[in-house]
């Protein structure tokens, strides 16, 4: 009956504390925007200097939030600044951190191993109520929820990089995902300031199955040598409309994000011709050449 109770007790209570898992780019910018959003967060990564970064890089973004939000109300700035800080802590201690969460994002490392330990541990001390969300770009959500005792209070809450400007959020339901939980993070996801959309758990969900793809098709232009990057950049920017062109974003993104996600799924789907591997690409990756990030992918970068 107390079980029960506990369960039922959960419906339409909203999301306040949050637990974000992994302090790199994706989850600061999480914890970044349910912060600005007036939720309590921790950011919990296993290295005290990462947290640390990551909350340097969060006061960075939120200032650039603030003054487009406050223009020239330096006064108004400085509190959101403020607030939005104070709602954020640190920790290295994961299973200490989620003891009062209502929800746990996790942005960790793309290894199915090491994501399945950590929400198979964090289920035996989270509440029960506590919704368990991967940010995961590439890996089954399925396989994830596999490792915990709640499958129907888990889902895939998939953001877009740089997440505080990215509108988009991608919820992934799996077969046990049940309704209420489905309803607490779709409103959780407009309570951060996101447009939500549902995809089942398909390889790449909607966004990355076609930005990758389109990406690859871009490098395999390239290597026939039909136009330099340059040009199908400037292509793809005046007459697609998109904001950067495939090797912009390739560069912003990361090479060995991109690769590794290609070969995740060539490995699972071999005959899909979308999937084969790219020459060009495997090649600048072994040579370190990764990006934005590294000063050096198809583009040269300043380095900051
Ligand atoms: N934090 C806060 N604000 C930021 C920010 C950040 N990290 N980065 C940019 N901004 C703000 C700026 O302050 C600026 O605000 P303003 O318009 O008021 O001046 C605005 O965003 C635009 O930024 P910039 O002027 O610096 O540069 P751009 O206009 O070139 O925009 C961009 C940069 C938003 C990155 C844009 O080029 C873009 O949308 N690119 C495509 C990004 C994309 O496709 N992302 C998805 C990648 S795939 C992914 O993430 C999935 C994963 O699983 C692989």
Same mark, same amino acid.
């Given at each position: 009956l107390s079980r029960k109770l506990s369960s039922s007790a959960c419906?339409? =209570? $909203?999301?306040k504390n949050v637990v974000v898992i992994g302090g790199g780019l994706m989850g600061s910018g999480i914890a970044q925007v349910a912060a600005q959003s007036g939720q309590n967060v921790t950011i919990v990564d296993l290295d005290r200097k990462v947290v640390e970064k990551a909350q340097n890089a969060i006061n960075t973004s939120l200032q650039r939030v603030a003054k487009k939000l406050f223009k020239d109300d330096l006064a108004k700035a400085d509190k959101f600044l403020t607030n939005s800080m104070s709602r954020l802590m640190l920790s290295t201690n994961p299973e200490e951190a989620?003891? =009062? $969460? !209502?929800l746990v994002v996790e942005a960790i490392v793309e290894k199915l191993r090491i994501k399945q330990n950590l929400f198979k541990t964090l289920d035996t001390v989270a509440p029960t109520h506590t919704i368990f969300a991967s940010n995961t770009s590439s890996l089954p959500i399925g396989e994830i929820a596999e490792? /915990? =005792?709640?499958k129907d209070r888990f889902v895939g809450l998939h953001f877009f990089n740089p997440v505080p400007v990215m509108k988009l959020l991608e919820v992934i339901r799996i077969p046990e995902t049940s309704d209420d939980t489905y309803n607490r993070v779709m409103d959780w996801g407009k309570s951060v300031g996101k447009q939500t959309v549902t995809c089942k !758990? /398909?390889? #790449?969900?909607?966004v990355n199955r076609l930005l990758v793809p389109y990406m690859m098709e871009s490098v395999r232009l390239l290597e026939r040598g039909d136009a330099t990057a340059r040009d199908i950049d400037t292509a793809m920017k005046? #007459?697609? #409309?998109?904001?950067?062109?495939p090797f912009e974003l390739l560069d912003y993104v990361g090479l060995d994000t991109s690769k590794f996600i290609i070969e995740g799924w060539a490995e699972k789907?071999?005959?899909?011709?979308?999937f084969k591997p790219v020459p060009t690409l495997n090649r600048l990756v072994e040579e370190g050449k990764l990006g934005m990030k590294t000063g050096e992918g198809f583009y040269k970068y300043q380095k900051k």
């Open positions: 419906i339409n =209570q $909203s999301i989620v003891g =009062q $969460s !209502d490792a /915990t =005792q709640r !758990d /398909t390889p #790449g969900f909607i005046l #007459g697609a #409309g998109y904001p950067m062109g789907f071999p005959e899909n011709p979308l």
